[in-house]
Protein backbone atom coordinates (compact mmCIF):
# COMPACT_ATOMS: atom_id res chain seq x y z
CA UNK A 1 0.00 0.00 0.00
CA UNK A 2 2.62 2.48 0.69
CA UNK A 3 4.88 1.77 -2.69
CA UNK A 4 1.09 2.40 -4.16
CA UNK A 5 1.26 5.76 -2.78
CA UNK A 6 4.53 6.75 -3.53
CA UNK A 7 4.73 5.69 -6.90
CA UNK A 8 1.48 8.25 -7.55
CA UNK A 9 3.07 10.76 -5.48
CA UNK A 10 6.05 10.47 -7.95
CA UNK A 11 4.02 10.83 -10.69
CA UNK A 12 2.78 13.47 -9.77
CA UNK A 13 5.86 14.87 -8.98
CA UNK A 14 6.61 14.34 -12.34
CA UNK A 15 3.76 15.77 -14.16
CA UNK A 16 4.43 18.82 -12.62
CA UNK A 17 7.77 19.32 -13.57
CA UNK A 18 6.54 18.94 -17.36
CA UNK A 19 3.85 21.07 -17.33
CA UNK A 20 6.42 23.54 -15.48
CA UNK A 21 9.62 23.05 -17.29
CA UNK A 22 9.20 21.15 -20.67
CA UNK A 23 5.58 21.87 -21.92
CA UNK A 24 6.98 25.37 -23.67
CA UNK A 25 9.68 23.52 -25.63
CA UNK A 26 6.42 22.66 -27.53
CA UNK A 27 5.95 25.82 -29.03
CA UNK A 28 4.09 26.28 -32.29
CA UNK A 29 3.18 22.69 -31.94
CA UNK A 30 0.53 20.62 -30.84
CA UNK A 31 1.22 18.21 -28.03
CA UNK A 32 -0.57 14.57 -28.79
CA UNK A 33 -2.94 13.00 -26.15
CA UNK A 34 0.17 11.16 -24.51
CA UNK A 35 2.23 11.55 -21.63
CA UNK A 36 5.37 9.82 -21.78
CA UNK A 37 7.36 10.31 -18.93
CA UNK A 38 9.60 8.01 -16.24
CA UNK A 39 11.12 8.19 -12.67
CA UNK A 40 14.95 7.24 -13.98
CA UNK A 41 18.28 6.99 -11.97
CA UNK A 42 21.66 7.38 -13.29
CA UNK A 43 22.48 4.09 -15.55
CA UNK A 44 18.95 3.43 -16.34
CA UNK A 45 17.61 3.61 -20.03
CA UNK A 46 14.19 3.36 -21.20
CA UNK A 47 12.45 2.90 -24.59
CA UNK A 48 9.49 3.99 -26.30
CA UNK A 49 7.57 3.38 -29.56
CA UNK A 50 5.78 6.43 -31.08
CA UNK A 51 3.65 6.34 -34.17
CA UNK A 52 4.05 9.34 -36.90
CA UNK A 53 1.97 10.30 -39.85
CA UNK A 54 2.84 10.55 -43.16
CA UNK A 55 3.57 14.67 -44.52
CA UNK A 56 3.45 16.19 -40.98
CA UNK A 57 5.67 18.32 -39.26
CA UNK A 58 6.95 17.41 -35.60
CA UNK A 59 8.97 18.18 -32.77
CA UNK A 60 10.55 15.59 -30.37
CA UNK A 61 11.25 16.71 -27.00
CA UNK A 62 13.46 14.81 -24.44
CA UNK A 63 13.16 16.75 -20.95
CA UNK A 64 14.30 15.99 -18.11
CA UNK A 65 15.37 17.35 -14.38
CA UNK A 66 19.28 18.35 -14.26
CA UNK A 67 19.59 16.43 -11.32
CA UNK A 68 20.47 13.35 -14.07
CA UNK A 69 23.09 15.24 -15.78
CA UNK A 70 22.84 15.18 -19.53
CA UNK A 71 20.69 12.60 -20.53
CA UNK A 72 21.12 12.00 -24.23
CA UNK A 73 18.21 9.90 -26.65
CA UNK A 74 18.68 8.20 -30.21
CA UNK A 75 15.43 7.33 -32.53
CA UNK A 76 15.59 4.77 -35.07
CA UNK A 77 13.17 3.39 -37.61
CA UNK A 78 11.34 -0.12 -37.84
CA UNK A 79 14.79 -1.74 -38.80
CA UNK A 80 17.05 -0.60 -36.03
CA UNK A 81 18.88 2.47 -38.12
CA UNK A 82 19.69 5.39 -36.06
CA UNK A 83 17.49 8.50 -37.66
CA UNK A 84 18.89 10.95 -35.42
CA UNK A 85 21.40 11.17 -32.01
CA UNK A 86 21.61 13.96 -29.49
CA UNK A 87 25.70 13.09 -29.16
CA UNK A 88 25.89 14.43 -32.23
CA UNK A 89 24.13 17.44 -32.06
CA UNK A 90 24.37 20.44 -30.14
CA UNK A 91 24.34 19.25 -26.42
CA UNK A 92 22.00 22.01 -25.16
CA UNK A 93 19.17 21.34 -27.47
CA UNK A 94 16.59 18.59 -26.44
CA UNK A 95 14.39 18.72 -29.34
CA UNK A 96 14.26 17.45 -32.85
CA UNK A 97 12.25 18.75 -35.32
CA UNK A 98 11.53 16.70 -38.65
CA UNK A 99 9.10 15.51 -41.33
CA UNK A 100 8.26 11.96 -41.86
CA UNK A 101 6.97 10.72 -45.86
CA UNK A 102 5.40 7.49 -44.52
CA UNK A 103 3.29 6.95 -41.51
CA UNK A 104 5.53 4.72 -39.23
CA UNK A 105 6.62 4.02 -35.98
CA UNK A 106 9.97 5.41 -34.54
CA UNK A 107 11.31 3.91 -31.37
CA UNK A 108 13.28 6.76 -28.90
CA UNK A 109 15.98 5.20 -26.64
CA UNK A 110 16.53 7.52 -23.61
CA UNK A 111 20.03 7.03 -21.45
CA UNK A 112 21.05 8.41 -17.85
CA UNK A 113 24.12 9.31 -17.63
CA UNK A 114 25.72 6.78 -14.82
CA UNK A 115 27.21 8.47 -12.27
CA UNK A 116 30.12 7.24 -9.86
CA UNK A 117 28.51 8.37 -6.19
CA UNK A 118 27.68 7.28 -3.42
CA UNK A 119 23.86 8.84 -3.62
CA UNK A 120 21.96 8.14 -6.63
CA UNK A 121 19.66 11.06 -7.37
CA UNK A 122 16.08 10.26 -9.41
CA UNK A 123 14.71 12.56 -11.83
CA UNK A 124 11.96 13.03 -14.17
CA UNK A 125 12.35 12.27 -18.16
CA UNK A 126 9.86 13.20 -20.14
CA UNK A 127 9.81 12.34 -24.04
CA UNK A 128 6.66 14.98 -25.65
CA UNK A 129 5.41 14.85 -29.41
CA UNK A 130 3.90 17.60 -31.01
CA UNK A 131 2.99 18.39 -34.31
CA UNK A 132 1.58 20.67 -36.66
CA UNK A 133 -1.34 20.84 -39.04
Known amino acids: ???GLFATASQAQCRAFTKKNC????EGYIQNDNYNSAILIPGDEAELMLTFLAGQDYRLVVCSHPVLGDVQYEIYDARGKSLFNSKKNEPDVHHVDFKVE???QLQVKVNVPDVDAAIMHEGCVTVLMGSKS
Open 23 to 26: LSQL
Open 1 to 3: MAF
Open 102 to 104: TTQ
